[in-house]
């Protein structure tokens, strides 16, 4: 029992030891551009600007209706 424990243990140090880390990715040629003349300026548009209210008309017969909408006749 205690071998088997002995050899577990060694193969987690020996596999610990074994590992070479991966470096980290260069970030600095990751960043966004500081200059003002290379980057868009912002400004403020409104979502709504061509929004205009369609409401309800009124109830209608749904016969008529279906008949206006038809191609065929």
């Known amino acids: 029992m205690?071998?088997?424990i002995f050899a577990g243990a060694s193969a987690l140090a020996l596999g610990?030891?074994?590992y070479?880390?991966?470096?980290?990715?260069?970030?600095f040629a990751q960043t966004?551009?500081?200059n003002p003349a290379v980057?868009?300026?912002m400004s403020y548009s409104d979502p709504l600007a061509g929004y205009t209210y369609r409401g309800?008309?009124?109830p209608r017969d749904w016969r008529e209706v279906?008949?206006?909408q038809t191609?065929?006749?």
């Open 16 to 18: 610990a030891c074994a």
């Open 39 to 41: 980057a868009s300026p």
């Open 32 to 34: 966004a551009p500081i």
């Open 2 to 4: 205690k071998s088997l």
């Open 56 to 58: 309800p008309t009124g």
């Open 71 to 73: 191609e065929g006749k």
């Open 20 to 27: 070479t880390p991966t470096p980290l990715p260069v970030t």
């Open 66 to 68: 279906n008949e206006e």
